[in-house]
């Protein structure tokens, strides 16, 4: 258990749904990072939030939105599904900017039918 | 974000040592040497990361070039379990945000 949790584990959907992905940083963690990884492109990095605030874009959609709140969990919004949305989806927080790595989740499942 | 260049895939033995090479060129004097593993169906963990001596953890050991433009990720002994793919990442300060980028990594086989 690497102390980052994300839910659900799995989630099976149809296009055009919405969802939301959760996850809870490692006790003290400030910084939480989300990352798709699909089949054919690896790890891409999505958004960063610390302490509430957004910090750092990467690839993300405009379909795809986040937040962290202030018990510092997060949840990254997926709507207007397609097909093509279907990966896994990854949570990672650190204790400060990540200078010193991150520590990832077990991740969420996404398949959209 | 400064690039790496890791060999697509590495095979070893069980019980041998195995040194899984990395390129990183254009690195920056702020940028910190990570490295990750990735077993199927699981989230990345941290393997261990550096600046500029080397370094050891219970779990392998980080070899850095004096130029700092290569690294060596050192398993001492390879089991079945390190069969994983390995990502060699710079730390890319872009202002104070350390972003990990992930490239495609080095698929490491470990033959029993």
């Known amino acids: 258990d690497s102390g980052v949790t994300q839910t659900p584990k799995h989630l099976i959907t149809a296009t055009g749904q919405r969802v939301t992905l959760r996850c809870s940083p490692r006790?003290?963690?400030?910084?939480v990072y989300w990352y798709q990884q699909s089949l054919d492109q690896g790890l891409q990095f999505l958004i960063q939030?610390?302490?509430?605030?957004?910090?750092a874009k990467g690839n993300i959609l405009e379909r795809f939105s986040a937040q962290q709140f202030p018990d510092l969990h997060s949840e990254l919004n997926l709507s207007s599904l397609e097909l093509g949305d279907s990966a896994l989806y990854f949570c990672?927080?650190?204790?400060?900017?990540?200078?010193?790595?991150?520590?990832f989740g077990s991740g969420t499942r996404l398949t959209v039918v | 974000d400064a690039k790496t260049t890791q060999p697509n895939s590495m095979e070893s033995n069980e019980e041998e040592p195995v040194h899984l090479p990395c390129n990183h060129s254009?690195?920056?004097?702020?940028?910190?040497i990570h490295w990750y593993r990735q077993l199927p169906s699981q989230g990345p963990e941290y393997v261990i990361h550096?600046?500029?001596s080397n370094v050891n953890n219970r779990m392998a050991s980080l070899a850095i070039a004096e130029d700092r433009k290569s690294s060596t990720l050192i398993l001492h002994r390879a089991t079945l379990r390190d069969a994983a793919v390995y990502y060699c990442?710079?730390?890319?300060?872009?202002?104070?945000?350390?972003?990990?980028?992930f490239g495609k990594g080095t698929l490491l086989t470990v033959n029993p």
């Open positions: 990672a927080s650190s204790a400060g900017q990540g200078r010193f790595g991150y520590t």
């Open positions: 006790s003290g963690d400030l910084s």
């Open positions: 939030y610390y302490n509430g605030e957004e910090r």
């Open positions: 254009t690195i920056s004097g702020t940028d910190y």
């Open positions: 550096g600046l500029t």
């Open positions: 990442i710079l730390s890319w300060s872009g202002g104070s945000n350390y972003k990990l980028t």
